[in-house]
């Protein structure tokens, strides 16, 4: 699976907009770009992904560049509840393929 | 219940002593795996079930880690001897299949190896 970076940590102001970066430059083809968040001390939730096209569900909203070299991950109205880490992972939508966790975003929402 | 449950949720053990953890998937779910997350670090992949084909045992740390999953349904991973840096805490998720990347968690087994 090819690898992602994210920024190590951002904070973002409560009832606005956060926006979090994924880079995914190695990524190929057939992999799906996948989105999941880790509130402290629960497990981790899965929030959206998608493939090229920009997807938008009741959590959030997943903008995919042209190139898929990278995407964004739009909470659009951020609540102290959004706190957490957010992990950007892909994958190939196929049997045996497990998902690899990286360090993730720590994100914190101020009021 | 609605969600993936994992007992116990808090599990303190002596060194040397072997524990099991439980897993009850959500109903209807063929794929089931085990991750655990060591204090302030990322998710590290244990082992996953995909319905009666062979589980893939690539993330187990050592021979002392073992898992089973009776009739498709509830697992339990076991660790023998427990050493010290075995204090983690265990993650469960299941699936609606092994290709879907949408898995639920469960809330963990925290264990404590003293």
């Known amino acids: 699976d090819a690898k992602t970076t994210q920024p190590p940590s951002m904070d973002c102001a409560e009832g606005r907009a956060a926006n979090l970066p994924c880079n995914h430059s190695t990524i190929s083809g057939n992999e799906y770009v996948y989105w999941y968040r880790q509130i402290h001390s629960q497990g981790p939730q899965y929030i959206i992904h998608?493939?090229?096209n920009n997807e938008t569900n009741e959590m959030a909203s997943l903008i995919i560049t042209e190139d898929r070299k990278s995407s964004t991950l739009i909470l659009p109205h951020a609540t102290l509840r959004d706190t957490a880490v957010y992990y950007c992972i892909v994958r190939v939508k196929a049997a045996g393929n497990k998902l690899t966790f990286g360090g993730g975003t720590r994100v914190l929402v101020k009021p | 219940g609605a969600g993936v449950s994992q007992s116990p949720s808090n599990k303190v053990t002596e060194k040397g002593k072997d524990v099991e953890l439980r897993c009850d998937p959500i109903?209807?779910?063929?794929?089931l795996y085990w991750y655990r997350q060591s204090l302030g670090q990322g998710l590290e992949f244990l082992i996953y079930?995909?319905?009666?084909?062979?589980?893939?045992k690539s993330g187990l740390p050592s021979d002392r880690f073992s898992a089973e999953r009776t009739g498709g349904s509830v697992s339990t991973l076991t660790i023998q001897r427990t050493q010290q840096e075995d204090s983690a805490v265990y993650l469960c998720?299941?699936?609606?299949?092994?290709?879907?990347?949408?898995?639920?968690f469960g809330e963990g087994s925290r264990l404590t190896v003293l």
């Open positions: 998720a299941s699936s609606l299949g092994i290709v879907t990347g949408e898995l639920f």
């Open positions: 079930f995909q319905g009666n084909s062979a589980p893939d």
């Open positions: 109903s209807g779910h063929t794929a």
């Open positions: 998608g493939l090229k």
